[in-house]
Structures are given as structure tokens and as C-alpha cells.
């Protein structure tokens, strides 16, 4: 079964995983293999090679896409995006960190972009909110409809237990957010600390139970902001 989806926003910058028209608008095409390779695969030692790369892709008007699509696809060789492979080493540890609340929303919407570990969770969430079905995440993730299935109901439980457990002192935050905002005021702060976390002390009592709906407008603000 296929989902049509629909934007109506504004069309996002964001590459499929399979578009690789970029190719053609980057300053190094159309150079010869061998004038690639002493350029852009050359030794470590060899910094004059690694200099004249560098002023190539300095100019490049997809020098982005040139290092996301190394990042994502964890390409072990050659400059891309004007950075070495130990340059990028750092970029390349973090990117499971990335929460990229446009990718998510490009995901949601239908586009197949390559997501992170948090940017699936939060797919994940939303579906949960949203009352998907797992075909319906399965998908849009990519993945089968057993293994969406699975998450799903880990995904639930998890929210049923938070929804359980934690201590809120404004039960609506969403709604105080935008009525303060509204005013023209800051919106507050809370300085109730998350109830499990393991340095705060309370009694059986204090326990409050919030209902999921609560907790949901937050993530949607965040869609919404990103659109």
C-alpha cells in the first residue's frame, strides 16, 4: 500500500538519498581522472595537492551537498567538500546527534532523506501522537512493517510511562507558551526537574499523572517552526 502525501509549504532545499544532480553543477566536473585523482585522492603528505583542492572547493556551489553525501554514505577516501577524511572525522561522530526538526518534517512529507538516529525517533514519536498505523511508518522509514510494529509499541510504552511518572507544574506549557508570547512577554521558565531523573528526591504523592495530548504540541511546534 503507498501513502500520497502533500506539502503545501515551501519547497524544501533538502536532497533525495537517490538525487545526484548536484554532480553537474560542482566546480570539479568535468576534470579528467587523472587531474581528480592527484587533486582530491592524493597522499597526506602531499599539502600543495591538498591546497589546490581546497581553493577548487572553496568556490564550489555544492559544497554542502559534496560533504553531506560523504557523511551520510561514510566515505573512507578523498576530499569531499573541501574536507580530508580526518577533517571530517568530526562531522562523522556527530551526525547520529543531529536532530533536524526540516529533515524530519521533508520525511514525514514524503521525501527520502537520509535521517539520523534522533531524527528516526522522532518520526517514530510523531507516529505514536498521530495515531499511525505501522504500515503507514514502516513506510515512511523505510523498514519492515514488523519492525515498525515493534517500536511502536515500545514507543507507547515509553510515553505511557513518562505521561505516568512525571511532575509538571503547568499541566498546558504549549498553551502558556503562546498566550505569553501573545503579551509580548517571555515565556516562563519551569524549574521542576524531570521525575526520573536520579538526583531528584520527592514522595509517592507529589506524583502527578499528565495525559499524553499534553505533551504532543510541543513536537508539533517544533514541526511547524521548522517549516
Not at 507544574?169 to 503579551?183: G, I, L, M, V
Not at 526520573?196 to 505533551?215: A, F, G, L, Q
Request: proline letters at 5%; hydrophobic letters at 35%; glycine letters at 4%.
Amino acid at each position: 500500500m503507498r501513502y500520497i502525501t502533500t506539502d503545501t509549504g515551501p519547497q524544501s532545499t533538502l536532497r533525495s538519498i537517490a538525487d545526484h544532480s548536484w554532480h553537474a553543477h560542482a566546480a570539479c566536473y568535468g576534470i579528467t581522472p587523472k587531474e581528480a585523482d592527484r587533486l582530491f585522492f592524493h597522499g597526506p603528505r602531499n599539502t600543495r595537492d591538498r591546497q589546490q583542492a581546497k581553493q577548487v572547493c572553496a568556490g564550489c556551489p555544492v559544497r554542502l551537498d559534496c560533504l553531506n553525501f560523504a557523511l551520510e554514505n561514510k566515505v573512507e577516501w578523498g576530499m569531499w567538500g573541501g574536507l580530508t577524511l580526518k577533517e571530517r572525522a568530526k562531522w562523522r561522530a556527530q551526525l547520529d546527534d543531529r536532530l533536524d526538526y526540516s529533515r524530519v518534517r521533508s520525511a514525514i512529507n514524503g521525501r527520502d532523506v537520509h535521517l539520523s538516529s534522533l531524527e528516526r525517533k522522532a518520526i517514530i514519536r510523531y507516529a505514536c501522537a498521530r495515531g499511525w498505523s505501522a504500515t503507514r511508518l514502516a513506510h515512511v522509514l523505510s523498514v519492515t512493517v514488523d519492525w515498525a510494529r515493534d517500536v511502536m509499541r515500545e514507543e507507547s510504552h515509553a510515553i505511557d510511562d513518562r505521561d505516568r511518572h512525571n511532575v509538571h507544574s503547568d499541566p498546558t506549557p504549549a498553551a502558556t507558551a503562546r498566550e505569553a508570547k501573545a503579551r509580548g512577554e517571555k515565556p516562563p521558565t519551569s524549574n521542576v526537574h524531570d521525575a526520573d531523573s536520579p538526583d531528584v528526591k520527592r514522595n509517592d504523592e507529589d506524583i502527578v499523572p499528565v495525559d499524553r495530548h499534553v505533551h504532543a504540541p510541543v513536537l508539533f511546534d517544533e514541526l511547524r517552526k521548522a517549516a
